[in-house]
C-alpha cells in the first residue's frame, strides 16, 4: 500500500481531502451503481512512470520514440480484452465512456445521420442523443421504450415499425438505468432489416458480460461495443472500443487517434491490461455471479417489505425504487436521508417521470461496489433494513445517528480493497 509520505509533504490540502476520501469510502456504503473498488494492483498502476510518456499513434506506429514498454503494455490491454470479450479488435484508447461514444459515432456515422437509442427516461444515457449534448447537433436521434414497465420488457414492434419508416444508421443497445437483459438477437434482425450497424454500449454490464452471467452482445451479431472500463468491469477509469470483425477495427483506430484524441493515457492503459488479467481469473466470474445474486436478492426483499421497484425486480446488478409509490417521497429526499446514514446512491429518473432530473421520483441503487468488499445475500438484508428504518424513522435526528453508527460498525468488517486504516 502507497503511504503517501510525499504528497503529504508536498501538498497536505491534497493530502487530507485524500485521507477524508479513504475514510469515507471506508464507512460507508457505496451503493451507486456505476460504482467499484479496484485492487491494489489497479491501484498502483495507476500512480506510476507511465504517466510520463507520450505515446500518440499505435503499438509498432508511434509518433514519438521510446516505446518499448508502452508497446507492451498496450498490446497485452488490447489481447486480454480481446480474449474476455470474443471481440477480433480492440482499442484501449478512449480517456472514458463518453469520448470512446463519440469516437464510435464518428467512425460509423456521417453528419446528419440518424441512430436509434434507449429512451434516456427508460434507462438510456446521456450519450445516447441527450438534447444537452453537442452530439445532437450532428446527428438525429429516435427512442425506442418499454412496451410494459411493469416488466420492462422493450416494445420490439414498435422499435421495427419505427426502424422501418425512419430507416436509422445505427440502432444502439445499452443503458446506465435499465434493469432488465436486452434481447440483442432481435435487436439485430431490426437492424439487418433497414441496413444499420449494431452498437452495444455495455458501459454498465461489461464486469458481467466478461463473468459470462450476462449475455455478449457479439454472440447476436452485434458490430461493435462501447465500454468504460470502470463500473462492474472493475478496472480504472476509462473507455474501450470492440468490434466483432477485424475490418471495422481500423475506422475505429482512426476515430479515436488522430480523429478525436491525442495521446493514450499510458499509466490508464496499463492499468486496463491488469484489470483486464484479473477479469479473466475464476475469481472474477464468481464475483460477477455474486454480483447478480446479490441484486436479486436486494430487489426481491426489498419488494417483499412493499417497496416498488420499476420493473418489479431486476435482471442485472442494479434496481431502481419508485420513491413516491414506495413512500411518497421524491428520490432527492431519499438520496440525502441515505446519505445521512452512510448509504450512497443517487436520485434517478423512472420511466415516465413527472418530476424534474434534480428532484425525481426514483432513486437507482447496484450492488458492485458493496460486492468487492465481500457483501453476500445476509448482508443484502442488513442494508435494505438500515434503508427501510432510515424511512421511518427520517424525522427523529437521534436515530438516524444513531443508525449512522450502525452502519460504520457493519462497514468495518467489510475492508475497502487498496486502503488499509
Ligand atoms: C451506458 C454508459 N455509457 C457511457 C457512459 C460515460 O462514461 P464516462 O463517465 O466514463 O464518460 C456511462 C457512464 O455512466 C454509461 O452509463
Redesign the pocket.
Given at each position: 500500500m502507497p503511504t503517501y509520505t510525499s504528497l503529504q509533504t508536498e501538498d497536505p490540502a491534497i493530502y487530507e481531502a485524500l485521507v477524508g476520501e479513504m475514510k469515507r469510502q471506508t464507512e460507508g456504503v457505496e451503493m451507486i451503481a456505476?460504482e467499484n473498488y479496484v485492487s491494489p494492483a489497479v491501484l498502483e498502476c495507476m500512480g506510476t512512470v507511465f504517466n510520463n510518456k507520450y505515446s500518440e499513434g499505435y503499438p509498432g506506429k508511434r509518433y514519438y520514440a521510446g516505446q518499448e514498454f508502452t508497446d507492451a503494455v498496450e498490446n497485452l490491454a488490447i489481447e486480454r480484452a480481446k480474449q474476455l470479450f470474443d471481440a477480433a479488435h480492440a482499442n484501449v484508447q478512449p480517456h472514458?465512456?463518453?469520448?470512446a461514444?463519440v469516437a464510435m459515432y464518428f467512425a460509423l456515422l456521417e453528419p446528419g445521420d440518424t441512430v436509434m437509442g434507449m429512451d434516456l427516461s427508460h434507462g438510456g444515457?446521456l450519450?445516447h442523443g441527450h438534447p444537452v449534448t453537442y452530439l445532437t447537433k450532428i446527428f438525429k436521434f429516435i427512442r425506442y421504450k418499454m412496451k410494459d414497465i411493469e416488466t420492462g420488457e422493450i416494445d420490439y414492434d414498435e422499435m421495427r415499425q419505427v426502424a422501418l419508416k425512419e430507416k436509422p444508421k445505427m440502432i444502439l443497445a445499452?443503458?446506465?438505468a435499465y434493469p432488465r437483459e436486452l434481447n440483442y438477437a432481435k435487436m439485430k434482425a431490426i437492424a439487418d432489416e433497414v441496413g444499420a450497424v449494431t452498437v452495444a454500449?455495455m458501459?454498465?454490464i461489461a464486469g458481467l458480460i466478461a463473468g459470462k452471467v450476462l449475455r455478449n452482445p457479439f454472440h447476436d451479431g452485434f458490430d461493435v461495443i462501447?465500454t468504460?472500463t470502470?463500473k462492474t468491469l472493475r478496472g480504472p477509469?476509462g473507455?474501450m472500443i470492440l468490434t466483432r470483425e477485424a475490418e471495422l477495427g481500423k475506422k475505429i483506430d482512426k476515430s479515436v487517434f488522430p480523429g478525436f484524441q491525442g495521446g493514450p493515457i499510458m499509466q490508464m492503459v496499463a492499468a486496463k491490461a491488469v484489470a483486464f488479467g484479473e477479469a479473466l481469473k475464476p475469481e472474477f466470474r464468481q464475483y460477477a455471479k455474486q454480483v447478480v445474486v446479490n441484486s436479486k436478492h436486494l430487489a426481491a426483499y426489498l419488494m417483499v417489505k412493499g417497496v416498488k421497484l420499476v420493473t418489479n425486480g431486476t435482471d442485472n446488478h442494479l434496481m431502481l425504487i419508485d420513491c413516491v409509490k414506495s413512500w411518497n417521497l421524491g428520490g432527492n429526499e431519499i438520496e440525502t436521508l441515505f446519505d445521512r446514514i452512510g448509504i450512497t446512491l443517487n436520485k434517478n429518473m423512472i420511466a415516465n417521470d413527472t418530476r424534474k432530473p434534480m428532484d425525481p421520483s426514483g432513486v437507482r441503487l447496484g450492488t458492485p461496489a458493496i460486492t468487492t468488499r465481500g457483501m453476500k445475500e445476509k448482508e443484502m438484508e442488513k442494508l435494505a433494513d438500515f434503508m427501510l428504518t432510515a424511512v421511518a424513522s427520517r424525522a427523529d435526528e437521534t436515530a438516524l445517528l444513531k443508525l449512522h453508527e450502525e452502519v460504520k460498525t457493519f462497514c468495518r468488517k467489510f475492508p475497502v480493497p487498496g486502503i488499509t486504516t
Open positions: 456505476s472514458a465512456g463518453a469520448p461514444n444515457h450519450t445499452g443503458f446506465s454500449d458501459a454498465h462501447t468504460t470502470h477509469r473507455g
